[in-house]
C-alpha cells in the first residue's frame, strides 16, 4: 500500500503551487460540463480552475481525455504501407465542472454557461481544499490523500457514524486492509464499536504493523491491544479470544431448528415448544441439557434425530448457565471483536441476529454507549436474495440505527449480493476496484455523485486507491489510502 510517486508534471505544477495553463475552452459551453484543447500534458482526474463571469474562480476536474486525429482508413493502410503520412492531431479535455464556495461556505454552480475561449488552468491547492472542503481536522479520521496531491483526506466521523459506511471491493483489491484503516481511526478517537468478523481478520488490530516509517502519509507502527477484546463462540481455534456464549432459556425453537439445520414444519416446533413450555413450568430456568432429557423420556420415535442434533449444539458451548453479558461486549470507547472463524454458517446467523438484536434494543434504552456495528461479509448476514434470521434487524438499524446512536459498517466483496435497502442507507462509500457488472449496477443506484466516468475508473483502480463518497466530502474523490499502523491480517495466504 505505498503511497503514489508524482511524476514530473505533478511536481512541476506543486512547485509553481498550480496555475499552468491547461486549455482553453471551445464549442458549446454549459454550467457543469465544458470541453477544452489540451495544450500542455495533463491526466484524467486532474484538478483545474476556470474564471466565470460571476461565480469568479470555479474548480472543475478533468473526467476523460481523447486524442482526436486525422487518420482515416486509408491513411491507416498507407502507414501500413510504410509510406509518409502528415498526420494532424489534438487532444480533448472534458471537464466536470464541481464548483465554488459562496459567501456563506456554501458549495454552488454557476447559475449560467461559462465563456467559450476562456482559459483553463491547473488548480491551485488552496482552491481545491477550499471548495472540496479538506482541512488538516484533527477530530476527523485520517484515512488517505487525495490522489496526486499531498492534501490529508479526513473524514467526519459524526456523519459515519450516524449516517452508516459501506466497503466495497472485489477480491484481493484491499477491502479489509482499508476498513482496518477506518477502524484505527475509529479506535484513535474513543468510538465504541463491536466488529463481526466471520474469518479472524481483524485480531491483528491489537498487534503493530510493519510500516516503512519513511512513508509519506505521516504514519507509524502501533497496535491497539489496550481497547480491542475478542470474542468468539470457539475460543479453542481462536487462542486469546474469550467464550461468547448465550442462555438457553430464551431460544425460540425456530432458532434452534435452524442452527440444528432441521425442517421447520410444525410438528417440529411443536415438540419443541410442548417441551420448552413445559419445562419452564416445572422448573422455571432450564438448560439445552434438561431439553435433551425430557426429549430422551418421550417414546415416539421421531425425536431421536431432534436428540442427536441437540447433543451436537450442546457440544458447541454456546449455551452456558449465564452467558456473556453485553455489558461485557459493549464498553464505551472499546471495540470487541467477534471472531466466527469456525462457526458454521447456521450458528453464524444465530450469534449476528442475537447481538444484532440486543445492541439495536440496548441503544433504544439508551443502556449501552453510542457505538458503530461494523459487519464483514455482510452479503452474508443481510442477503438481497432470500431471508435468513438476521436480514430483519439489519435493515432495522440501517433505517432506524441513526435515531438512536447506533452507526452500521458494511462490509462486502459482493455489492450487487447486499439488501438493496441496506446498502442504500449507506450514505459513507469507500469502493476499491470493482468489476463484476452487477456489483458495479448496485454502486451506481446507490452512491450520489458517481458519474459513468467514474464508474469506469473503479474497475481501473489500483490497488491502494478508492473513491469515497460522503463522510463529510463534497463529492466522490479518489484517495490514495494510507497504511495501516496495525497487522493485516486479512492477507492472502501463499501457496508457493
Known amino acids: 500500500m505505498d503511497g503514489m510517486c508524482l511524476t514530473e508534471h505533478q511536481e512541476r505544477k506543486d512547485d509553481s503551487n498550480g496555475g499552468g495553463l491547461v486549455g482553453i475552452t471551445f464549442g458549446d459551453v454549459g454550467t457543469t460540463m465544458l470541453q477544452c484543447n489540451i495544450c500542455t500534458p495533463a491526466d484524467k482526474g486532474e484538478y483545474v480552475m476556470i474564471e466565470h463571469s460571476t461565480a469568479g474562480t470555479v474548480l472543475g476536474r478533468v473526467d476523460s481525455i481523447e486524442r482526436r486525429t486525422n487518420v482515416s482508413i486509408e491513411k491507416a493502410m498507407e502507414l501500413s504501407e510504410g509510406k509518409d503520412v502528415e498526420i494532424e492531431e489534438s487532444m480533448i479535455g472534458h471537464i466536470h465542472i464541481i464548483g465554488y464556495r459562496d459567501q456563506r461556505g456554501l458549495l454552488k454552480l454557476p447559475s449560467n454557461p461559462f465563456r467559450a475561449g476562456e482559459k483553463i488552468y491547473f488548480a491551485q491547492e488552496k482552491l481545491i481544499r477550499d471548495v472540496l472542503g479538506l482541512k488538516n481536522d484533527d477530530t476527523g479520521a485520517y484515512i488517505g490523500k487525495l490522489s496526486g496531491h499531498d492534501i490529508p483526506v479526513n473524514l467526519n466521523i459524526n456523519s459515519i457514524a450516524q449516517k452508516h459506511l459501506s466497503v466495497l471491493a472485489k477480491t484481493g483489491s484491499g477491502k479489509s486492509y482499508t476498513t482496518g484503516v477506518v477502524i484505527e481511526e475509529m479506535m484513535k478517537h474513543g468510538v465504541t464499536m463491536v466488529i463481526l468478523d466471520p474469518h479472524g481478520e481483524y485480531a491483528s488490530l491489537a498487534k503493530p ?280 491480517g486479512g492477507a492472502s495466504i501463499k501457496v508457493v
Open 209 to 488: 504493523g510493519k510500516v516503512d516509517e519513511s512513508n509519506d502519509f505521516g504514519v507509524y507502527p502501533r497496535g491497539y491491544g489496550e481497547v480491542i477484546t475478542e470474542f468468539s463462540p470457539n475460543p479453542e481455534i481462536n487462542p486469546g479470544s474469550r467464550r461468547l456464549s448465550f442462555t438457553f432459556k430464551n431460544m425460540r425453537p425456530t432458532d434452534l431448528l435452524s442452527m440444528m439445520k432441521m425442517s421447520k414444519r410444525k410438528s417440529n416446533v411443536s415438540t419443541l415448544e410442548s417441551a420448552m413450555s413445559r419445562l419452564e413450568a416445572v422448573k422455571g430456568f432450564f438448560d439445552i441439557k434438561d431439553l435433551i432429557i425430557l426429549l430422551k423420556k418421550n417414546e415416539e420415535d421421531d425425536v431421536s434425530s431432534m436428540i442427536r442434533n441437540l447433543e451436537d449444539l450442546d457440544r458447541k458451548g454456546l449455551f452456558t448457565d449465564k452467558g456473556t453479558r453485553m455489558d461485557e461486549i459493549v464498553r464505551k470507547g472499546k471495540t470487541a471483536i467477534i471472531t466466527l472463524k469456525g462457526t458454521p454458517p447456521d450458528v453464524q446467523g444465530f450469534v449476528v441476529n442475537r447481538l444484532a438484536t440486543a445492541l439495536f434494543e440496548l441503544r433504544k434504552r439508551n443502556k449501552i454507549p453510542p457505538m458503530i456495528l461494523f459487519a464483514e461479509e455482510a452479503h452474508n448476514f443481510c442477503p438481497q436474495q432470500g431471508k435468513i434470521e438476521s436480514s430483519e434487524i439489519f435493515q432495522t438499524i440501517a433505517s432506524e440505527g441513526r435515531k438512536f446512536g447506533l452507526g452500521l459498517g458494511i462490509i462486502t466483496q459482493r455489492a450487487a449480493k447486499v439488501d438493496k435497502n441496506v446498502l442504500s442507507q449507506c450514505n459513507t462509500q469507500i469502493i476499491l476496484k470493482v468489476t463484476n457488472p452487477n456489483d458495479l449496477r448496485a454502486i451506481e443506484s446507490s452512491v450520489e455523485g458517481i458519474t459513468k466516468d467514474m464508474t469506469e475508473e473503479i474497475q481501473r483502480l489500483p490497488i491502494g486507491e478508492a473513491i469515497i463518497s460522503g463522510g463529510g466530502l463534497s463529492e466522490p474523490l479518489i484517495v490514495d489510502i494510507r497504511p495501516r499502523e496495525s497487522q493485516d
